[in-house]
């Protein structure tokens, strides 16, 4: 009996896509919006929500998900921003590769 390989390589092309993209959305859904309050309240200062003027990360993230619900473009490019720059940097990565021997996706 053949033991089939464990880990990243072990898993379908697909379950591998599937999980390299639930890792970039959820960088663009909680990691960007919490490093740009970060950024934000250095630089700007404290983060208001209405009337309280010491709001936190988490009044950002809801004004944040609430923006997404409402469809505001500004939110959703923040979303998926790093999906979209890893499957770029992928894109192109694979176009330089495909000018070699190996004319494979680069893993």
């Given at each position: ?12 092309r ?60 500004v939110f ?32």
């Amino acid at each position: 009996m053949v033991e089939e390989p464990r880990g990243w390589r072990g898993l379908s092309r697909l379950q591998r896509e599937l999980i390299i993209f639930a890792a970039e959305l959820l960088c663009g859904l909680v990691l960007i919006p919490l490093l740009i309050w970060v950024a934000g309240n250095r630089v700007l200062g404290g983060y208001t929500h209405g009337t309280n003027q010491h709001a936190g990360p988490a009044a950002l993230l809801g004004d944040f998900f609430t923006g997404l619900a409402h469809g505001s473009s500004v939110f959703w490019v923040v979303a998926l921003g790093p999906a979209l720059i890893v499957t770029l940097a992928r894109a192109f990565v694979y176009l330089l590769r495909s000018g070699s021997s190996r004319d494979q996706w680069p893993y």
